[in-house]
């Protein structure tokens, strides 16, 4: 199973939106609505933000979306806030037995 | 509240094994299951497998299939990963994350542990 495409950097300024896409196949994004995006800070464990394409957590901001087309899926940061820098990880259903592949990552800067 | 506490840094030789622990609290353990991901240094996060607290059954990634395996201890709350014949590269932090007890439900990766980093060099 190969990893799914991130882009390996996006930046926005305060208060504007971001967007990071999450590309993988018909095996995997495309075929199944169960695409997760995880934050991560230096050092820290991941942290669910968006699960089954675009739903919240409780306690996950609002300014956190989910969105998928096809073999693409998104994460919208609206609002951008300082807090917001960090890695973002996207994951998705592989289609076998509790399988998940995930995306490279994507770092995050606030300028 | 749901926490899983890892076990602590390890460091080994080439050709070693390692086994790595996760203890849950906060839920009933046989409810649910545990991933496991690791991280290489500057890298992204890689699965590696899944196992039922439930029952104890398993699925690991082709990729470490022969030198992995998954173990739970319902006595203890806690799962175990044990990886075998180590190389450089598999330098990584590892963590656990809870999942769920049977492997046709689809759920995230809701809580993770805090990682354990184990070190491998000669």
């Known amino acids: 199973q190969s990893a799914l495409t991130q882009p390996r950097s996006v930046s926005g300024s305060p208060g504007q939106s971001v967007t990071i896409s999450c590309t993988g196949t018909?095996?995997?994004?495309?075929?199944?609505?169960?695409v997760s995006w995880h934050q991560q800070h230096p050092g820290k464990a991941p942290k669910l933000m968006i699960y089954?394409?675009?739903k919240r957590p409780s306690g996950v901001p609002d300014r956190f979306s989910g969105s998928k087309s096809g073999n693409t899926a998104s994460l919208t940061i609206s609002g951008l806030q300082a807090e917001d820098e960090a890695d973002y990880y996207c994951?998705?259903?592989?289609?076998?037995?509790?399988?998940?592949?995930f995306g490279g990552g994507t770092k995050l800067t606030v300028l | 509240q749901v926490q899983l506490v890892q076990s602590g840094p390890e460091v080994k030789k080439p050709g070693a094994s390692v086994k790595v622990s996760c203890k849950a609290s906060?839920?009933?353990?046989?409810?649910?299951?545990f991933y496991w991901v690791r991280q290489a240094p500057g890298q992204g996060l890689e699965w590696m497998g899944w196992?039922?607290?439930?029952?104890?059954?398993?699925n690991y990634a082709q990729k470490f299939q022969g030198r992995v395996t998954m173990t739970t201890d319902t006595s203890t709350s806690t799962a175990y990963m044990d990886l075998r014949s180590l190389r450089s590269d598999d330098t990584a932090v590892y963590y656990c994350?809870?999942?769920?007890?049977?492997?046709?439900?689809?759920?995230?990766?809701?809580?993770w542990g805090q990682g354990t980093l184990v070190t491998v060099s000669s």
């Open positions: 994951s998705s259903y592989a289609g076998t037995y509790a399988s998940w592949v």
């Open positions: 018909s095996s995997d994004v495309g075929g199944y609505n169960y």
């Open positions: 196992i039922s607290a439930y029952i104890g059954n398993t």
């Open positions: 906060g839920y009933t353990f046989t409810d649910y299951g």
């Open positions: 089954d394409v675009n």
């Open positions: 994350a809870r999942a769920p007890k049977s492997g046709y439900d689809i759920s995230p990766f809701d809580y």
